[in-house]
């Protein structure tokens, strides 16, 4: 499933590659999705001005004059992003098409359809946005704040950093990359870590992201940004899928399941 770097990724290059910012057509060619897509999006998207597209945690915003699209994309959605709408063939899984005045286009692409497409005149009130918690890449995201958070629960840390109403964006990847270069073990509970290691995490979360925003994300299956090129912090993963630590003792990883999640950590080098 794509994470914050990913999704942070293709807002970039929407934000490079749109000029236009009326829209003239909304097509939708299949509304089956996790939720089903609102007929009613086509008359609130129809001539409406693009304003700014943000992201919000794993959520693409497009905000227009009098509303917002909020875009998901689920474990295999593709936004791809083409200079002309005429003369294209419309291919299996495209599910809608946001076509500009400028004869630019956006055809989404789900394979499996666990994405989701909504549309909200108070982008404050929606459910999928509202309880969301701090962006890890702000100021409000530092050790204060986690570490105010972790004493007083008594979960795995990296469940902590993966609950999206604690802080937003971090998923499966991310947090176990971060936990090892901060070197605390994934299964650690939060309220038995220091400040210390609250500070130590909140680095390398930052660190990890920013990293893997500008290496375009991680590609492990699915994920391709709007030209069609795979993300390549894959190549940049220390623990995440391998066998051995990159350490130079060359452990083998230890492989758990936390929370149903596969957790890749060394031993040795995790405490």
Same mark, same amino acid.
């Given at each position: 499933?794509?994470?914050?770097?990913?999704?942070?990724?293709?807002?970039?290059?929407? #934000?490079?590659?749109?000029?236009?910012?009326?829209?003239?057509?909304?097509?939708?060619?299949?509304?089956?999705?996790?939720?089903?897509?609102?007929?009613?999006?086509?008359?609130?998207?129809?001539?409406?001005?693009?304003?700014?597209?943000?992201?919000?945690?794993?959520?693409?915003?497009?905000?227009?004059?009098?509303?917002?699209?909020?875009?998901?994309?689920?474990?295999?959605?593709?936004?791809? *992003?083409?200079?002309?709408? #005429?003369?294209?063939?419309?291919?299996?899984?495209?599910?809608?098409?946001?076509?500009?005045?400028?004869?630019?286009?956006?055809?989404?692409?789900?394979?499996?359809? *666990?994405? +989701?497409?909504?549309?909200?005149?108070?982008?404050?009130?929606? *459910?999928?946005?509202?309880?969301?918690?701090?962006?890890?890449?702000?100021?409000?995201?530092?050790?204060?704040?986690?570490?105010?958070?972790? #004493?007083?629960?008594?979960?795995?840390?990296?469940?902590?950093?993966?609950?999206?109403?604690?802080?937003?964006?971090?998923?499966?990847?991310?947090?176990?990359?971060?936990?090892?270069?901060?070197?605390?073990?994934?299964?650690?509970? +939060?309220?038995?870590?220091?400040?210390?290691?609250?500070?130590?995490?909140?680095?390398?979360?930052?660190?990890?992201?920013?990293?893997?925003?500008? #290496?375009?994300?991680?590609?492990?299956?699915?994920?391709?940004?709007?030209?069609?090129?795979?993300?390549?912090?894959?190549?940049?993963?220390?623990?995440?899928?391998?066998?051995?630590?990159?350490?130079?003792?060359?452990?083998?990883?230890?492989?758990?399941?936390?929370?149903?999640?596969?957790? *890749?950590?060394?031993?040795?080098?995790?405490?």
């Amino acid at each position: 499933m794509p994470e914050l770097p990913e999704v942070e990724t293709v807002c970039r290059a929407l #934000k490079k590659n749109i000029k236009s910012r009326e829209v003239s057509q909304f097509k939708i060619f299949n509304r089956n999705l996790r939720w089903k897509i609102d007929s009613k999006i086509n008359k609130c998207v129809h001539k409406n001005i693009l304003l700014e597209i943000i992201r919000k945690g794993k959520y693409l915003l497009f905000v227009f004059t009098d509303g917002t699209l909020i875009i998901h994309l689920g474990m295999t959605g593709i936004l791809k *992003f083409f200079v002309s709408y #005429k003369n294209l063939k419309i291919e299996n899984h495209d599910h809608y098409q946001i076509i500009f005045k400028d004869g630019t286009s956006i055809i989404y692409n789900d394979v499996r359809k *666990f994405g +989701s497409l909504h549309w909200s005149n108070k982008i404050e009130n929606n *459910f999928l946005i509202k309880n969301l918690g701090v962006e890890p890449l702000s100021n409000k995201f530092n050790a204060d704040y986690l570490y105010g958070v972790g #004493k007083k629960r008594k979960v795995a840390i990296k469940n902590l950093i993966m609950n999206q109403k604690i802080v937003t964006g971090i998923g499966n990847i991310y947090a176990s990359e971060s936990l090892f270069l901060a070197k605390i073990q994934p299964n650690k509970k +939060s309220n038995r870590l220091n400040q210390q290691n609250y500070i130590d995490l909140v680095s390398a979360v930052k660190k990890v992201l920013s990293i893997a925003i500008r #290496k375009g994300g991680t590609t492990i299956k699915d994920f391709k940004t709007i030209d069609g090129k795979p993300g390549y912090f894959h190549q940049e993963l220390s623990v995440y899928g391998r066998e051995t630590c990159p350490c130079e003792l060359n452990i083998k990883l230890k492989k758990i399941k936390i929370n149903g999640r596969t957790s *890749f950590f060394c031993g040795k080098c995790q405490k």
